[in-house]
């Protein structure tokens, strides 16, 4: 095992996710600097998906505004271009950017920077959720993979 594989599990966290009628699993995700967010959120753990999807700032058809880039001190520009998602029964139209992604408020080992994601700016479908954190493995029509930038 490399130095840096062994460094990364000593850097590990555990929370828990819930189980939502064994159709899906939710759990948190904290953006931006300061952190935005709670570790009670309920973002979709989608290992079939690749985008990290969270309700913006001014989503006037959201359940809840999540994220605002204007409070966040870290938020870039994407290099990704991405106006528009499909899951399933659900729409999303947006945009994109890069900021400091974690699933838990510490160890930072769970913190991804400068990392790019879809922000909701107009949504049906997705109701009482506060996005979707898209596990799938990197390929291009994916978008960024969380975890390939996690264990970098």
Known sequence: MRSHDSEKLQQSSSFTLSNYYNLMYTGPVLLGTP?????????????????????????????SWYYNPAVSSTVTNSTYVQTELAYGSAQLNGTTAADTVCLWTSPSSTCVTGFSFFEILSQEGLDGLDGILGL??????NGPSYLMNLYL
């Open 35 to 63: 952190q935005q967010g709670s570790t009670s959120s309920a973002f979709i753990y989608d290992s079939g998906s690749g985008w990290l999807t969270v309700n913006t700032y001014p989503c006037p058809n959201c359940s």
């Open 136 to 141: 799938s493995p990197a390929a291009s029509q």
